[in-house]
Nanobody, 120 residues
Framework: QVQLVESGGGLVQAGGSLRLSCVAL????????MGWYRQAPGKQRELVAA???????TYADSVKGRFTISRGTAENTIYLEMDNLKPEDTSVYYC??????????????WGQGTQVTVSS
């Protein structure tokens, strides 16, 4: 059984910073890639940032230069450092992991979501 555990959301003023953390708990898997998505009320879920197993990163245009995704020293852990936050960054942020298992099976897993609210 695999579980993604997120932490670090909250309320911050515009221009402030937050750091999100996500760890994939379980056994017998390799993570192919991990990342963060967000979904605001009435909008589709969108990619914020992703990092491959080899460390290649991808960012949404709206967060480039402000957000940084990284891998932790602990296995299957990622962070999202969010700086210069704007009110339009307000959303529920979801951790995502693409995991592969013995036998070649691969699945997508999602965290429960953490609220980020940026006040103007």
């Amino acid at each position: 059984q695999v579980q993604l555990v997120e932490s670090g959301g909250g309320l911050v003023q515009a221009g402030g910073s937050l750091r999100l953390s996500c760890v994939a708990l379980g056994s017998m898997f390799n993570d192919n890639d991990m990342g963060w998505y967000r979904q605001a009320p009435g909008k589709q879920r969108e990619l914020v940032a992703a990092i491959s197993r080899s460390g290649v990163t991808t960012y949404a245009d709206s967060v480039k230069g402000r957000f940084t995704i990284s891998r932790g020293t602990a296995e299957n852990t990622i962070y999202l450092e969010m700086d210069n936050l704007k009110p339009e960054d307000t959303s529920v942020y979801y951790c995502h992991a693409g995991l592969s298992f013995p036998g070649g099976l691969a699945y997508d897993f999602w965290g429960q979501g953490t609220q980020v609210t940026v006040s103007s």
